[in-house]
């Protein structure tokens, strides 16, 4: 997925999945290489005429 309406990272990610839902919904999850402490880059924020309620981040890892 290239520049669109969530931007490009600073690095790129190990995978990336773009979801879409009804009522205009839009999930991204991306998979980095590292430990989960690491200091990892962030998707920019897309522009405020492209979102109706918050951006939400979290932060999960593997356990199996």
Request: charged content about 30%; glycine content about 10%; hydrophobic content about 40%.
């Amino acid at each position: 997925m290239g520049a669109g309406p969530v931007g490009r990272a600073a690095r790129e990610p190990v995978r990336r999945e773009l979801l879409r839902a009804p009522q205009d919904r839009v999930l991204v999850i991306t998979w980095w290489e590292g430990a989960y402490g690491d200091e990892l880059p962030e998707l920019p924020e897309p522009d405020a005429e492209l979102i109706a309620r918050p951006v939400h981040r979290w932060r999960f890892e593997g356990v199996g």
